[in-house]
């Protein structure tokens, strides 16, 4: 869950209203969606709250630019909440058929969409003739969207996670920004050293609700070298000395040392709230979370830095994988999802325009030169184009996320059916987080029992 980014699960309200942020065509459209003229109209979500002035701003710029030069062509812009995906509004929205006609998901998503019956195949559409940078796009993250061969999403964004650490808050607790912890144990020590600031700063935060406790609790056992599910895919295997090694260290954190802070049941935008306020210390997350931290929660970039995934006595073994697309809603004329991959590949698939238009971004609150996302391949003309751009307009000091970048960790994706699992596992941590007595082997006995009947429900 880009934060999430990329990926990343959140728990804010669903926004009130739908945010239109131009008018329909004044003429009455068909169940196709062209109007009488010959237009095509098209529904898509993800548009910025009114709370991301610069981001909204931007984003009804470049909807205005492309219909300028479609203009056969109308965007009706859909606000559904900051992270675009708060899954149980997304399950609502999946179950009651009312998803716009292209809509964003997570890469975990795709089992839910198809079993929801909402989303239509693109592989006819989809090509370099409907977007310019398709043959350039990493075809790992397309096979994330495909099942059976047929293609149901675009992929927009990737990310990989790291330790996300308070360059300010380690200087006042005499730690080394340019050389943060490696293991489990050194994030302990730091976060003891940070906590005893006092001031309600928490000297490493977690997630334990809304999805993400359990998104955080695999990225955790991945770094241990443990797996959520079997190779089958049909059994969970985190009830091990690696899952167990997880809760107790953050067990160990938060009544051990008291260096978690009193708060819990931290979701998405409650950790990253506390982070741009200069109340956290550390915490897991992708590149994009400093991103989300300045442009959304009122932070400093500068303030901010990155380093590898912390392993338990050494290098992390791996670290959790994800990212973001969008899908057409079944049912869409051929028209509706060509003008779709149009808007989609002006938007966010090339370098220069949209979401990489690093020109624009640059002067504004919003940071240019993170290390990630990286969709591209590696060679190819977008890549090289890409990060030429990202280079040359960077207002960051991209030397705060050496550290990650120099020491690379493998990736693996989330498991299969990552999001009800993520849920079974928010009681696991949560329950490590806000009980002392918490007894850890008797929650993971739980969370697998769950999940074993999940999956077999879905097998």
């Given at each position: 869950?880009?934060?999430?980014?990329?990926?990343?699960?959140?728990?804010?309200?669903?926004?009130?209203?739908?945010?239109?942020?131009?008018?329909?065509?004044?003429?009455?459209?068909?169940?196709?969606?062209?109007?009488?003229?010959?237009?095509?109209?098209?529904?898509?979500?993800?548009?910025?709250?009114?709370?991301?002035?610069?981001?909204?701003?931007?984003?009804?710029?470049?909807?205005?630019?492309?219909?300028?030069?479609?203009?056969?062509?109308?965007?009706?812009?859909?606000?559904?909440?900051?992270?675009?995906?708060?899954?149980?509004?997304?399950?609502?929205?999946?179950?009651?058929?009312?998803?716009?006609?292209?809509?964003?998901?997570?890469?975990?998503?795709?089992?839910?969409?198809?079993?929801?019956?909402?989303a239509m195949d693109i592989t006819p559409y989809v090509g370099k003739d409907t977007i310019g940078t398709w043959d350039s796009i990493d075809p790992a993250l397309k096979?994330?969207?495909?099942?059976?061969?047929k293609l149901y999403a675009v992929p927009v964004k990737n990310y990989s996670m790291g330790l996300v650490y308070n360059k300010v808050l380690f200087k006042k607790a005499?730690?080394?920004?340019?050389?943060?912890?490696?293991?489990?144990?050194?994030?302990?020590?730091?976060?003891?050293?940070?906590?005893?600031?006092?001031?309600?700063?928490?000297?490493?935060?977690?997630?334990?609700?809304?999805?993400?406790?359990?998104?955080?609790?695999?990225?955790?056992?991945?770094?241990?070298?443990?797996?959520?599910?079997?190779?089958?895919?049909?059994?969970?295997?985190?009830?091990?000395?690696?899952?167990?090694?997880?809760?107790?260290?953050?067990?160990?954190?938060?009544?051990?040392?008291?260096?978690?802070?009193?708060?819990?049941?931290?979701?998405?935008?409650?950790?990253?709230?506390?982070?741009?306020?200069?109340?956290?210390?550390?915490?897991?997350?992708?590149?994009?979370?400093?991103?989300?931290?300045?442009?959304?929660?009122?932070?400093?970039?500068?303030?901010?830095?990155?380093?590898?995934?912390?392993?338990?006595?050494?290098?992390?073994?791996?670290?959790?994988?994800?990212?973001?697309?969008?899908?057409?809603?079944?049912?869409?004329?051929?028209?509706?999802?060509?003008?779709?991959?149009?808007?989609?590949?002006?938007?966010?698939?090339?370098?220069?325009?949209?979401?990489?238009?690093?020109?624009?971004?640059?002067?504004?609150?919003?940071?240019?030169?993170?290390?990630?996302?990286?969709?591209?391949?590696?060679?190819?003309?977008?890549?090289?184009?890409?990060?030429?751009?990202?280079?040359?307009?960077?207002?960051?000091?991209?030397?705060?996320?050496?550290?990650?970048?120099?020491?690379?960790?493998?990736?693996?994706?989330?498991?299969?059916?990552?999001?009800?699992?993520?849920?079974?596992?928010?009681?696991?941590?949560?329950?490590?987080?806000?009980?002392?007595?918490?007894?850890?082997?008797?929650?993971?006995?739980?969370?697998?029992?769950?999940?074993?009947?999940?999956?077999?429900?879905?097998?």
């Amino acid at each position: 869950m880009s934060v999430p980014q990329y990926r990343k699960a959140a728990a804010l309200a669903l926004a009130a209203g739908l945010g239109l942020s131009l008018a329909a065509c004044s003429t009455k459209s068909d169940d196709s969606g062209t109007d009488a003229d010959g237009k095509v109209t098209i529904t898509v979500d993800c548009q910025p709250v009114g709370a991301q002035k610069e981001l909204l701003a931007n984003w009804n710029a470049d909807v205005a630019e492309f219909q300028k030069q479609n203009p056969d062509i109308t965007i009706k812009s859909v606000s559904v909440g900051e992270q675009c995906n708060n899954p149980p509004d997304f399950t609502a929205r999946l179950a009651g058929g009312t998803m716009t006609d292209v809509f964003y998901g997570y890469m975990t998503d795709l089992q839910q969409v198809l079993d929801s019956g909402q989303a239509m195949d693109i592989t006819p559409y989809v090509g370099k003739d409907t977007i310019g940078t398709w043959d350039s796009i990493d075809p790992a993250l397309k096979e994330v969207f495909t099942d059976e061969g047929k293609l149901y999403a675009v992929p927009v964004k990737n990310y990989s996670m790291g330790l996300v650490y308070n360059k300010v808050l380690f200087k006042k607790a005499g730690l080394d920004p340019a050389s943060p912890p490696k293991t489990w144990a050194e994030v302990r020590a730091a976060a003891k050293k940070i906590s005893a600031l006092g001031g309600g700063v928490a000297g490493y935060s977690e997630y334990s609700a809304g999805n993400t406790g359990g998104w955080h609790f695999t990225a955790e056992i991945y770094a241990q070298g443990g797996q959520v599910l079997d190779e089958s895919g049909k059994k969970a295997a985190f009830n091990t000395a690696q899952g167990k090694q997880v809760l107790q260290n953050l067990k160990d954190m938060r009544y051990g040392d008291n260096s978690m802070g009193s708060r819990q049941l931290l979701q998405w935008a409650d950790l990253l709230t506390n982070a741009g306020a200069g109340k956290v210390g550390m915490f897991i997350g992708a590149p994009d979370a400093t991103q989300a931290i300045v442009s959304q929660f009122q932070g400093k970039y500068e303030d901010w830095a990155m380093g590898p995934m912390p392993g338990q006595d050494g290098p992390a073994k791996a670290t959790l994988g994800g990212g973001e697309g969008y899908f057409f809603k079944k049912g869409l004329s051929e028209a509706q999802v060509k003008a779709g991959l149009k808007w989609l590949a002006y938007e966010k698939l090339t370098p220069g325009k949209g979401q990489f238009d690093y020109v624009r971004a640059k002067p504004q609150n919003y940071p240019v030169g993170l290390p990630q996302p990286l969709l591209f391949t590696n060679g190819s003309e977008a890549q090289k184009q890409e990060l030429d751009l990202r280079k040359a307009n960077a207002n960051l000091d991209t030397a705060n996320f050496k550290p990650f970048e120099d020491n690379p960790v493998p990736i693996k994706g989330e498991p299969r059916n990552a999001q009800a699992i993520y849920a079974v596992l928010d009681a696991a941590m949560s329950g490590v987080l806000t009980n002392p007595n918490a007894n850890i082997d008797a929650l993971l006995k739980t969370a697998e029992q769950k999940v074993n009947q999940l999956q077999a429900a879905g097998s």
